[in-house]
C-alpha cells in the first residue's frame, strides 16, 4: 500500500461524496490507496453515508467512534490503522485534484523526503500559497515559507510518524495540528512543495458552520496550545531572524486574530480570557525582531496586553477593520498612524508604538515607454506604501552615466482608485539639459519618491515575466553627438536607460525606396527613413569619391509620413571623375548630424554614359565610373 488517505468525518454529509468521488478519480490508482474515514459521532447521517460508499468500494475502511470533540482523535483513529507508506490528511469538507497523491507520492519517491505539500486552492477563504515545485528544502527556508502552513493537509511519510511518535491532542475545536506538523517539519529529512498543479481544494462552508468559522476554540484552551507550538519552536531555533520570523507567523496568524472581529462582541470573561491567554506569549516571545514585521496596530495591542491598558484595547481593535484606516502622519523622517490614544493626555502610550516608518516601502514599476509629440513618455508607477497620495510626491530622474548631468520630470498621477496609482512622466528630450538637448552618451531612468524628510529611489523595471515592448530610436536633437535617442533596457536587472547619439545596436532603418539615373546625367533618390521625428531634419544625399576627398551633396526633399520620413531628389552627376563613388545620407538635427551609406534597392538602375550602378558585397550602393574618350581621338582612330 503505497498512501493511507485519512479522513476525520463529523457532520458534514453535504460535501462528503464529492470529498470521496474526489479520490476514486485520483490518477495514482485504487490498488495503491486505502482510504480510512472515521466517523467521529455524526448526528447528520454522515456515518450512514460512510457505510453505503464502503458496501461498493473495498478500498474504503469505515470506523465509527463516540464524538471526541475535535479532529484530533479520529485521525488518531485513523492512524493506528493505516498501512500505507505514507500518510495523507484530507478534511471531509474539501477535496483533492486527481493527480494530486501521484505527483506529491513522485516527488517523494524521487527526493527521498518525508513531507510533501500540495498547492492549496482556497475556495471562499485563503490559503497559504505555494506556486511552484521544490524538489527538497527544510522548514528554516524562508522562500518558500514552508512554516506559514502548519495545517496537517499534507503527505508524510509513516515512518516518520511512528519514529516521532506523533499523534494530535483530542477534544481541541481548532489549531490541534500544529504541533504535530511543526514536530514534523523540525525533524523531517527534507521537504518537498508540488506546486505546478492544484492539489488541494481547501473549502469554506457556505452554511458557516465550521469550528474556525464560528471562532475556535475558547480563549484558555486556543491560547495553551499555541503557546506549546511557540515554546517547541523556541527549543528548535535560537534567538535571532529565523526565530522571529516563525514567531511573527504566530502573533500574526493566532494571537493578533483573537483581537479582530469577534473581540468586541465576546462577553466580559471571554475578553478577559483572551488577554490572560495572550500575555505571556507577548511577554515570552514578542521581540523588536517579531515587532518590526507589524505596524502600529500591532503593537498597541502588544502595549496594551502588556500593560493592562483594557479601555484602550477596546478603543484600538476595532479601529481600521472596516476597511477605513487610520490617518497617517509624516512628521520629519518619521510616520506615523494615528490610532486611539495618540498623544493624548493621561494616555501615556509612547509615540514609537504609533510609528510606522519601518513599514515605509518603495514600489515602483515601468508599465510602458512612447514616443509623444515632443517627447518620450513613461507609464507606471512610482511611490511610498502608507503615506497617503497627498503628503509624497515622485520624480523621474535621468542621470549621466558618465558624468555629472542630472534631468527632472515629475511622475504625474493620472488616477489611483486600485492598490496602486496610473502615472505618467512626460520628457521633453529636446529641451531636457538646462533647456537645450541631452549630451550624447548614456543616461540612466530612475524614480525618486519623497515625503517629507523621507526619500527613497530605485530604477524603473518592468513586472518579472513581462515582455515589455520598447519603441524604436527617434531623430532628437542631442547636444555633441548624432541624433539618435534610443532607449533600452539594461542588461541585469533590465532598468529603463537611454542611448543618446550614434546609432547604437539598433540604428534606425533606412530603405532605398528608388534610385534611377535619369538625363543630365543625375542619380535620382527615394530614402525611407523608418523612425519617428520630433525635430526639423534635414536630409543631404553624399556622393564620395572612393579615396579621396571629392564629394557631391545635394540637400533632398522631406516629407514626414506616418512611419517616420521620405526624402527625394536628384544628385548631378556631370562630368563626374573616373573612379568609385559611395552613396551615403546625412541626416542633420539643431547642429548635430550623422551619416552612413544608402542600401542598394532591389532593382538598381541601369547604366548611363560611363556611370554604372552596383551593389557592395554589404549591400550598399556605389557608382562606377568609367574615362571618358575624347571624340575627336576616336574620328582619328577610324581614319585609315
Given at each position: 500500500m503505497k498512501v493511507s488517505v485519512i479522513i476525520p468525518v463529523y457532520n458534514c454529509r453535504p460535501s462528503l461524496e464529492r470529498a470521496l468521488r474526489s479520490l476514486l478519480d485520483q490518477t495514482i490508482g485504487r490498488e495503491a490507496m486505502?482510504?480510512?474515514?472515521?466517523?467521529?459521532?455524526?448526528?447528520?447521517?454522515?456515518?450512514?453515508e460512510l457505510d453505503r460508499w464502503a458496501e461498493e468500494w473495498p478500498g474504503l475502511r469505515v470506523i465509527h467512534q463516540p464524538n471526541s470533540g475535535g479532529p484530533g482523535g479520529p485521525r488518531n483513529t485513523g492512524l493506528e490503522h493505516a498501512s500505507g507508506e505514507y500518510v495523507f490528511f484530507l478534511d471531509a469538507d474539501d477535496h483533492l485534484g486527481a493527480e494530486a497523491l501521484?505527483?506529491?507520492?513522485?516527488?517523494?519517491d524521487e527526493y527521498g523526503t518525508d513531507v510533501v505539500i500540495g498547492r492549496y486552492v482556497g475556495v471562499g477563504r485563503k490559503a497559504p500559497r505555494f506556486d511552484r515545485d521544490v524538489p527538497r528544502t527544510s522548514v528554516l527556508v524562508a522562500d518558500p515559507p514552508i512554516y506559514d502552513s502548519l495545517s496537517v493537509l499534507k503527505l508524510f511519510r509513516r515512518s516518520l510518524i511512528?519514529?516521532?511518535?506523533?499523534?494530535?491532542?483530542?477534544?481541541?475545536?481548532?489549531?490541534?495540528?500544529?504541533?504535530?506538523a511543526a514536530r514534523a517539519y523540525f525533524a523531517a529529512d527534507g521537504i518537498s512543495v508540488v506546486g505546478s498543479y492544484?492539489?488541494?481544494?481547501?473549502?469554506?462552508?457556505?452554511?458557516?458552520?465550521s469550528v474556525l468559522q464560528q471562532g475556535g476554540a475558547d480563549a484558555a484552551r486556543h491560547f495553551a496550545c499555541i503557546g506549546e507550538v511557540m515554546s517547541f519552536v523556541a527549543d528548535q531555533v535560537p534567538p535571532g531572524p529565523d526565530r522571529d520570523r516563525l514567531m511573527a507567523r504566530h502573533f500574526l496568524n493566532e494571537i493578533f486574530s483573537r483581537f479582530a472581529r469577534r473581540y468586541p462582541g465576546l462577553d466580559p470573561l471571554e475578553r478577559a480570557a483572551t488577554r490572560d491567554g495572550a500575555r505571556p506569549l507577548f511577554?515570552?516571545?514578542?521581540?523588536?525582531?517579531?515587532?518590526?514585521?507589524?505596524?502600529?496596530?500591532?503593537?498597541?495591542?502588544?502595549?496594551?496586553?502588556?500593560?493592562?491598558?483594557?479601555?484602550?484595547?477596546?478603543?484600538?481593535?476595532?479601529?481600521?477593520?472596516?476597511?477605513?484606516?487610520?490617518e497617517v502622519r509624516v512628521e520629519g523622517a518619521r510616520v506615523y498612524q494615528l490610532y486611539p490614544g495618540f498623544r493624548e493626555p493621561g494616555v501615556g502610550v509612547p509615540d514609537d508604538r504609533y510609528e510606522i516608518t519601518h513599514r515605509v516601502r518603495q514600489r515602483r514599476r515601468l508599465e510602458a515607454v512612447e514616443w509623444r509629440p515632443g517627447g518620450l513618455r513613461v507609464r507606471g508607477y512610482a511611490f511610498l506604501t502608507e503615506i497617503g497620495a497627498a503628503d509624497q510626491r515622485a520624480e523621474l530622474v535621468l542621470r549621466e552615466r558618465d558624468g555629472a548631468g542630472q534631468y527632472r520630470v515629475p511622475f504625474e498621477v493620472e488616477s489611483w482608485d486600485g492598490a496602486v496609482?496610473?502615472?505618467?512622466?512626460?520628457?521633453?528630450?529636446?529641451?531636457?539639459?538646462?533647456?537645450?538637448?541631452?549630451?550624447?552618451?548614456?543616461?540612466?531612468?530612475?524614480?525618486?519618491?519623497t515625503a517629507g524628510e523621507i526619500t527613497r529611489q530605485g530604477p524603473l523595471i518592468p513586472a518579472p515575466g513581462t515582455a515589455l515592448t520598447l519603441p524604436g530610436p527617434r531623430v532628437v536633437p542631442v547636444k555633441d553627438g548624432t541624433p539618435y535617442i534610443t532607449p533600452y533596457l539594461t542588461r541585469g536587472p533590465g532598468a529603463l536607460a537611454l542611448r543618446c547619439g550614434g546609432l547604437g545596436d539598433d540604428p534606425p532603418p533606412l530603405t532605398t525606396v528608388a534610385a534611377e539615373l535619369t538625363?543630365?546625367?543625375?542619380?535620382?533618390?527615394?530614402?525611407?527613413?523608418?523612425?519617428?521625428?520630433?525635430?526639423?531634419?534635414t536630409v543631404t544625399a553624399v556622393l564620395r569619391r572612393r579615396g579621396t576627398d571629392e564629394a557631391v551633396e545635394t540637400v533632398l526633399r522631406t516629407r514626414r509620413t506616418g512611419a517616420g520620413l521620405e526624402a527625394t531628389g536628384q544628385v548631378p552627376l556631370k562630368r563626374p571623375e573616373p573612379g568609385r563613388w559611395d552613396v551615403s545620407w546625412r541626416v542633420s538635427v539643431a547642429g548635430s548630424s550623422d551619416e552612413r551609406r544608402v542600401q542598394a534597392p532591389e532593382r538598381l538602375p541601369g547604366p548611363a554614359k560611363g556611370i554604372e550602378?552596383?551593389?557592395?558585397?554589404?549591400?550598399?550602393?556605389?557608382?562606377?565610373?568609367?574615362?571618358?574618350?575624347?571624340?575627336?581621338?576616336?574620328?582619328?582612330r577610324r581614319e585609315p
Open positions: 486505502e482510504v480510512i474515514a472515521v466517523d467521529d459521532g455524526s448526528t447528520d447521517g454522515s456515518g450512514a501521484e505527483r506529491m507520492v513522485a516527488m517523494a511512528d519514529r516521532l511518535g506523533l499523534r494530535f491532542p483530542a477534544g481541541l475545536f481548532s489549531h490541534e495540528d500544529q504541533l504535530f492544484d492539489c488541494y481544494y481547501w473549502i469554506d462552508r457556505e452554511t458557516g458552520t511577554e515570552s516571545w514578542w521581540t523588536p525582531g517579531v515587532g518590526e514585521r507589524f505596524g502600529a496596530r500591532g503593537h498597541l495591542i502588544a502595549h496594551c496586553v502588556l500593560n493592562g491598558l483594557d479601555d484602550l484595547l477596546d478603543r484600538v481593535v476595532p479601529c481600521g477593520l472596516d476597511g477605513d484606516r487610520p496609482p496610473e502615472m505618467v512622466a512626460d520628457i521633453d528630450l529636446a529641451a531636457a539639459a538646462g533647456g537645450g538637448p541631452l549630451p550624447a552618451g548614456r543616461w540612466d531612468l530612475s524614480a525618486v519618491m538625363r543630365g546625367p543625375a542619380l535620382e533618390l527615394t530614402l525611407a527613413v523608418g523612425t519617428a521625428v520630433t525635430a526639423d531634419v550602378p552596383y551593389t557592395t558585397g554589404k549591400g550598399n550602393l556605389s557608382l562606377r565610373v568609367t574615362p571618358r574618350r575624347n571624340p575627336l581621338l576616336r574620328r582619328l
